[in-house]
């Protein structure tokens, strides 16, 4: 073979194209398949180079930047293995229509199937859980217009029509260093041409709602004045949707229902609701609200209360309002709106004549407020005490945070005890949250490249199985430049799993324990240590409280263990239930109808 730094000019190129497409950050695993894209990356400029051993890890990670940034991070791995390891993130980031381009380096086409060292099939890896995929070949000189042409569109493809994750597998051939060659190589005038040229400008159709889908909107306002908005899940950006959605709430009379992951309830600007989950959960409550309407934005809702509410009422007529996917689990929406709720919303409320005036639509607000407040009241009256436990915890992480910081939340109870504890205020925070395929993996990882992406300080609100499942995430935490603190709800296990119908059998309570609950029992102050972060416990509120403040003050990342009774937390959020259905149920009115 004529020695020839073909492959790494057009690593080069190609990096150089993603980097025009708007990639910022590369993420790379060590091999040595991959070293022309690595080493391209590491020239470029205009992008920031991670790295991260752990595919697995490194997907997450750039899958958090992305939440963040908005724009596709790259992946680059070696062959064999390696790309396995990002499956998860993909999922996920499909899920939740995250934009990512995973390259993944692969040997050439005479290594396969004949036993040659970490040589697999690595077509289409992904499936259908790849947006689009696309395989390179080797570096090949009469090809080389095409290279930052397929870059372009690979980010298109990340990007559009359906954000997600694509993948494109690059072939290359030894030598994968630079060689020195004697004099100008072949290719070399055409790639410096192509260099200059750059990459395609790419304009996709920017998609406004269907005229008809707001007609349908307006209709169903002006049919039902008994409605609510519903937020749930969103992307951070979603918070520039908050005033139109609000807007067209008022001009329709309804209130807004906010979850904790809506963008919408931290950093308000209107009233929102809540506390609506832990109010729908009472079946009084269900019926006297009535709903006629819901407009449900974003992805489908965590809340279960809600869920039995949609359960109940198969004559609510739902119309779902988000981007992308086919928002409804329950198969019974009346209308599915492909559109950006803000938009949707904002062509709506300019149709609303303003109707805060219907007598449904504020009886059925003035309702949700009384419960709202009073559903306040109890929260308070818990959070009142001096002891440490997972009510506290997530409230008093939203009360730490500065204006404008990041909370990424793990699934599990963390997500749920945030929409139940923090009470919606002005303070604005961008949740960060995994509720695309709701994994419990991956959440530190995510949570330190949401840090690396972001100029604010980051908190991670994480279960303890959840932060063992990704301790190999520990490592990505070291570089964090912006204060970083990991809160570990150390409840001794999966305690959701007490929370579920599997805990009602006794009989079961051994099985369930050693299989479901896994309570991890390992150092997690020694876990901190191995990876040189700073690591502080706390078992009650008040030194929960100024530890938080400390790691938040500091640049750098911190794992914070707050330590709570194993089954405290479910007797607390059942407390609060059934506090809250005493209250309301003393508002019953004569005939036993419940007046809130
Ligand atoms: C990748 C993945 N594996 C398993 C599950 C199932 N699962 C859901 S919650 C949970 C336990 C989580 O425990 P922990 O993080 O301690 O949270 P807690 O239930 O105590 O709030 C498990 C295993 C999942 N959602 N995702
Ligand atoms: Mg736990």
């Known amino acids: 073979v004529t020695p020839s730094n073909l492959h790494l000019a057009w690593a080069r190129l190609f990096v150089g194209a993603l980097a025009a497409a708007g990639v910022r950050h590369v993420v790379v695993s060590p091999g040595s398949r991959s070293t022309p894209l690595a080493l391209a990356a590491a020239g470029e400029p205009r992008v920031t180079c991670h790295a991260v ?32 390891h990002y499956l998860p993130a993909v999922i996920e980031a499909s899920a939740s229509h995250v934009p990512l381009v995973v390259v993944t380096a692969d040997r050439p086409w005479d290594a396969y199937d004949c036993a040659a060292p970490q040589t697999i099939d690595q077509i289409k890896l992904f499936g259908d859980h790849a947006r ?39 072939r290359f051939r030894k030598p994968l260093e630079p060689v020195d060659v004697a004099g100008p190589e072949p290719w070399e005038a055409r790639l410096a041409e192509l ?13 406004a709602p269907d005229e008809a889908a707001i007609a349908h909107l307006v209709d169903a306002v ?47 600007t209107s009233e929102v609701v809540g506390a609506f989950d ?36 198969p004559a609510m007529e739902r119309v779902v309002v988000a981007p992308h996917g086919w928002n409804d689990p329950q198969s019974t929406a009346a209308a599915v709106i492909l559109a950006d709720p803000g938009e949707a919303l904002a062509l709506a409320a300019a149709r609303l004549s303003g109707r805060d005036g219907s007598q449904g639509a504020a009886a059925l607000r003035a309702r949700l407020e009384r419960g709202e407040a009073a559903a306040r009241a109890i929260v308070r009256d818990e959070l009142a005490a001096a002891a440490l436990h997972e009510g506290t915890i997530a409230a008093r992480l939203v009360d730490a945070l500065p204006e404008g910081a990041l909370l990424c939340v793990g699934n599990s109870l963390p997500v749920r005890d945030l929409d139940l504890f923090a009470e919606p205020r002005a303070k604005r925070l961008r949740v960060v949250h995994q509720r695309g395929a709701s994994g419990i993996d991956g959440l530190v990882s995510g949570a330190a490249g949401a840090a690396s992406a972001a100029a604010s300080p980051v908190a991670l609100l994480v279960g303890d199985v959840s932060f063992q499942h990704d301790l190999g995430g520990l490592a990505s935490l070291r570089g964090a430049r912006v204060p970083l603190v990991v809160v570990v709800v150390q409840n001794d296990g999966g305690r959701i799993f007490d929370e579920l119908p599997i805990a009602a059998r006794p009989e079961l309570a051994a099985a369930r324990e050693a299989l479901f609950t896994t309570p991890p029992r390992v150092s997690f102050e020694a876990a901190a240590s191995v990876f040189g972060l700073r690591y502080a416990e706390a078992r009650d509120a008040a030194s929960y409280a100024s530890a938080l403040a400390a790691a938040l003050e500091r640049g750098g990342a911190t794992i914070l263990e707050a330590v709570v009774p194993p089954h405290d937390g479910r007797a607390r959020r059942a407390r609060v239930r059934s506090a809250l259905a005493h209250k309301l149920a003393a508002r019953a009115d004569d005939e036993g109808r419940p007046s809130w």
């Open 53 to 84: 051993v752990d595919e697995r890890a490194a997907a997450f990670f750039a899958l958090g930047q992305a939440r963040v940034s908005g724009a596709p991070s790259a992946l680059v791995c070696t062959s064999g293995t390696a790309g396995a």
């Open 132 to 170: 689009f995929f696309a395989e390179l070949g080797l570096p090949d000189e009469a090809a080389l217009d095409a290279v930052p042409r397929l870059a372009a569109q690979a980010v298109l493809r990340a990007r559009h029509p359906t954000p997600g994750a694509v993948h494109l597998n690059a």
């Open 195 to 207: 260099e200059r040229r750059g990459a395609p400008r790419v304009y996709a159709p920017r998609s």
């Open 222 to 268: 002006s049919r039902a004045p008994r409605g609510v908005v519903v937020a749930g899940p969103a992307p951070l950006a979603a918070a520039g949707a908050a005033e139109a959605i609000f807007s067209f709430a008022r001009k329709a009379g309804f209130a807004v229902l906010a979850e904790a992951t809506s963008q919408l309830r931290f950093g308000a």
């Open 278 to 313: 832990v109010l729908l959960r009472d079946p009084s409550f269900r019926r006297a609200l009535a709903p006629e309407l819901a407009i449900e934005l974003f992805a489908p809702p965590t809340s279960s209360g809600y869920g039995a509410l949609v359960a109940e009422r």
